[in-house]
């Protein structure tokens, strides 16, 4: 059964490279939905990120298909 598409200011965890203690990561990170379309999402996240190509991203947005598997909801802490 196919999962719902995200939407404008939902939370989101997305694997990307980002700065996580002083250390560059390549991790889940939380950011929240600026935009959406039938297709693709930007999130928006609080923290450093870069391209998959390895530039900072200098507005911390990041763009996802809806379905990949580099993001997901929110995961509850164990």
Partial sequence: MPREKFSVGERVE??????????RVNDWLAGTVVQADNRMLA????TVVFSSNGWLIPDRILWCAHGSPNIRRPQSAE
């Fill in 14 to 23: 997305m694997r990307c490279d980002h700065i996580r203690e002083e250390k």
């Fill in 43 to 46: 999130v928006q996240f609080d």
